[in-house]
């Protein structure tokens, strides 16, 4: 029945006009003097110029990869552990903390955020247990360790559930091979079950790093204002100052960065895939 | 896998259960405070949601988020649902360029569609307040459905609605007393998808409203400079609807079942 792909002509000319328009509408105002109109408009290169050769705006750049790649890097330390035990439970118990990781992330990313703002403020309860243990009683909020936390807190589901994906899949007889031709525990995880896992670890790192690199309302609710990154400075040029067309320019640094880091990573995957290919 | 004690990685599951349900426990703890602060925990009191329910600022944000959220999610679950059937009769390269667009919301950073949302209002002089930011909700849940939908589709036999036309039912029969039917499990979790996509939304509702029109994101993020306990009670009111909706979810199929096995 052939008249039944008219159906899906609406959303054809919704996705154009909702998702691709807007996609066009940002490279446009990147690449334009502000105050142009839609249909007369002149080329200039000089919101870029302008980003690349303010230190300020590189500095907050390369802050923001930086705490987005300490994310990652504590998500996947922390994350693969939890997901390898999460991997070797029975079936019941499996599906039980699966449920328990998935369950926090339905309830909304910003209030689970404010939360933590109680638990870090100057008196509260995190503080005081630092001070018991004899670590004296250190500023928790509005640190660079304030949003590290958040960012770890609101991300490492995404790291987990990934991995645990992976490792789930697995073929136990590997492992069973793997110990028939002498390999002891250790040797069976580095060599057989840590490359296998991979593909599960690199959508996990580009689920938590790709995220990361943009947050804004982390830092903003986290950090105090005084911590700014990337996701801030493109928020504060669309909300604050109405300066669209060199947020527009930033947006798109960003998301050429996010591109190449990707890049990287996905080759990272590959060239373990090779390895695995040699065993 | 062999049974083991694993005590490192009961321990480890553990701490990572306490990080993760420790702010929601102690959110829901501090919201029944009868001061101000959120350090200390003086007494019992319920003065945080009465000041909640007072508030005109919290209720409507509140309102609009709820009927933002139904009205995205059914009509973004309709046109997901009759999309992607229609998709499913398209030629391969039609299809295939149309799920590619589809997943640019789901691959982008949420701050990209957010800002090129808000160029496109801009753009064609549209006020930004409650109409866009329903007009964004929509075009963020319908890629979710499409792609909840779309594996259902692929299970069904692809000449059953030909079959249903065939034995006498028009098109629109055929296509919501056969087809939809069985794309039901799909599109139910398509719905479920956008709920709470919808509901939980910030950045792009942050980008894409204005005159002063709120949901309750963009209202704990501007209100979150200030200490405000009635955060907490709304924050935990919040918890308590995802809640009760994910069980009913969860338990519906259950029930159904039991239903069944007594018949």
Known sequence: MKKFSQLAIPYIVWAALMILLPLLLIILYAFTKPGNEFIQFSLTLEHFAKFFTDPDFLLVLWRSLVIAFKTTLICGVLGYPVAYFIARSNDRVRNILILAITLPMWINMLVRTYAWIGLLSDGGILQKLLGLLGFGEPKLLYTEGAVLLGMVYNFIPFMILQINTSLCKLDHSLLEASADLGADRFQTFWRVVFPLSLPGVVSGITLVFLPAVSSFFIPKLLGGGQYFLIGNVIENQFITVGEWNFGSAISLIMVMVMMLSMYAVRRLDRSGGREEDRL | MKKQKRPIGKFLMGLTLLFFYLPIVFMIVFSFNDSKSLTHFSGFSTMWYTKMFQSRDMMESLYTTIIIAVLATAISTFVGTITAIGLSKSRRLVRRLVLQLNDFPI?????????????????????????????????????????????????????????????????????????????????????????????????????????????????????????????????????????????????????????????
């Not at chain 2, 930011?133 to 030909?162: G, T």
């Not at chain 2, 709920?195 to 939304?201: A, G, I, L, P, V």
């Not at chain 2, 029930?255 to 007594?262: M, S, T």
Request: glycine share 6%; charged share 15%; hydrophobic share 55%.
């Open chain 2, 107 to 263: 691959m982008n950073p949420e701050i990209v569609t957010a800002i090129g949302l808000m160029l496109l209002f801009i753009t064609l002089r549209i006020e930004r307040g409650f109409v866009t930011m329903l007009l964004a909700h929509i075009a963020f849940c319908i890629p979710y459905v499409i792609l909840s939908v779309m594996p259902r589709l692929r299970a069904l036999d692809p000449n059953l609605a030909d079959a249903a036309m065939d034995l006498g039912a028009t098109p629109w029969q055929s296509l919501f007393m056969v087809l939809v039917p069985q794309l039901m499990p799909g599109i139910v979790s398509g719905a479920l998808i956008a709920f709470t996509m919808s509901f939980d939304d910030f950045i792009i509702s942050y980008f894409v409203t204005g005159g002063g029109v709120k949901n309750l994101s963009i209202m704990v993020y501007t209100m979150s400079k200030r200490v405000n306990p009635s955060i907490n009670a709304m924050s935990t009111l919040v918890v308590v609807l995802i809640t009760l909706v994910l069980v009913a979810i969860n338990l519906e199929p259950l029930l159904r079942a039991r239903r069944e096995k007594k018949k």
